[in-house]
């Protein structure tokens, strides 16, 4: 069983053209498709599920927005996408824990 904590964030593009996620620190990067909406899941290394932060201390995610991107730095040990359905978007799993129902 994994001890650590997990965290989702919704990104959706409700714009007219796709938007381009970037997911940090591992420079991946992702279109979403006009009214798409993925869900970027991170996972804390530690065991009482507490997060390094990027600029304020015990914060999963730091969300960077432009015109025609997004960039999203996940403050966990890895990261994976998936669409509203729990489908992944992302073959890789960046060594997440076991995905289930509540990866």
């Not at 999203?72 to 890895?78: E, K, P, R």
């Amino acid at each position: 069983m994994f001890a650590g904590g997990t965290a989702r964030l919704l990104i959706r593009n409700s714009g007219e053209v796709p938007l381009e996620l970037t997911v940090e620190p591992w420079a991946d990067t992702y279109p979403i498709l006009p009214e798409q909406t993925c869900v970027v899941v991170t996972h804390s290394p530690a065991e009482d599920g507490s997060w390094s932060g990027t600029l304020r201390g015990d914060e999963p995610f730091q969300v960077d927005h432009r015109p025609d991107s997004v960039t999203v730095w996940a403050n966990g040990d890895c990261f994976h996408l998936s669409d509203m359905a729990g489908k992944a978007i992302d073959g890789a799993d960046w060594q997440c824990p076991a995905r289930g129902p509540d990866s």
